[in-house]
């Protein structure tokens, strides 16, 4: 009985593998019917020709400022934020004294964005109101003639991070002293890190936090 085991087992191998052998024919080579005594050539399918629809997702990563509408107000260029708060965004004047508007058209002025004042290299002090929360990355680079300025105590983030962009006051060469106004209670990440001669900064007692990286 073990012996007819053994040789039925040999019998279902040979039997597989032949089936196997078989598959792997019909799948390699051109599709064929068999039709009573005559062998019918089926149209072989060419995948070559077929193409995927080109599909642009440039539009997904583009960010709410660029495709919110620029608008100006004097020297200053701006955008009106989905909460209808405005973010300045560009400065086109040469003055060396600038004041930021509180307000423009009723709407509250809350931040300065990316590159803002990028290059002013005439600007030598700038007058920045409480109810600024954020600056945008490299907001005030290259700013030369730039030699101190006061922190809103209202500033809440420095749009950047450690890896990829750089804080507001990038390559402000001659800005030496930053001065935290009376009741602010932190230093946000990365913001003074990028000021390569600073020597003095002044804060109150009240600040109970100091970010990362941000001298």
Known sequence: IQ??????????????????VVVMCLTSAPLQGFV????????????GEFELPKIDFSSWFDS???A???LTYGDFKYVVNDDGTIAIIGYTGTSAAVTLPNQINGAIV???????????TALKEIELHEGIVSFGSSAFRNCDSLTEIVIPST????????????????????????????GSTSVVDYLCRDIPNLKSVVMPKTVEYIGREAF
């Open 3 to 20: 012996r007819r085991k053994i040789k039925m087992g040999k019998t279902f191998k040979k039997i597989l593998c032949s089936l196997l």
């Open 36 to 47: 009573g005594m005559e062998w019918l050539s089926l149209p072989e399918i060419n995948f």
């Open 64 to 66: 709410k400022a660029s």
């Open 68 to 70: 919110a509408e620029t």
């Open 110 to 120: 809350t931040s300065i964005g990316r590159e803002a004042f990028s290059n002013c």
């Open 155 to 182: 500033l809440q983030r420095s749009e950047n991070s450690e890896y990829v962009n750089p804080g507001p006051f990038e390559d402000c060469d001659n800005l030496v002293k930053v001065t935290f106004a009376e």
